[in-house]
């Protein structure tokens, strides 16, 4: 893929819908960084909208279903997909419980404890992830560390204060 395609295959902004309250620092710096993770390096493209990024991306949950709004640069809707949350509800919910296992161990436990948690959390997080580029196929083209991002986003969303 060359400079210009890449470019224009990728997201430039990403809005959680405004209806997400603030939560605990952990979580808001989990936000944060996804966030400006996902901006700086991202390989996204909607389904036969070849080349006309790049895009910005608001993320929502609406009536228990997870939102994909996507527009151009100067706001111009280009889809909107709507994905139920059904198959992420045991990967997020076990996700949610390793998390608060992983922030316990680091103010408490031993640096190899610490770092087994942490192999758990990020299969979970890997799992989360390859789900969520299943769901996408065939309306948005994500590559893995996008959707890794993107999935950390989707558990802020199910995360309200």
Known sequence: ???????RSKLIDVELD????????DIEHERAVAIFDLIEENSF?????????PYKLKLSLVDS???????REDGTEVVTH???????????????MICESYYEA???????????????RRGLHN????????RLAGKLDVDFDTARRIFTLVCVLHWRG
């Open 1 to 7: 893929m060359d400079d210009v395609t890449r470019q």
């Open 18 to 25: 405004e209806s997400i309250g603030r939560s605990t620092p």
């Open 45 to 53: 493209q909607p389904v036969n909208d070849d080349g006309n990024g």
């Open 65 to 71: 279903r997870l939102v994909f709004a996507v527009s």
């Open 82 to 96: 709507i994905l139920s949350l059904t198959p992420f509800r045991r990967i997020v919910k076990d996700y949610f």
């Open 106 to 120: 680091i103010r408490t436990s031993s640096p190899s404890q610490i770092e087994a948690i942490d192999m758990g």
């Open 127 to 134: 799992e989360g992830s390859q789900t969520l580029m299943d």
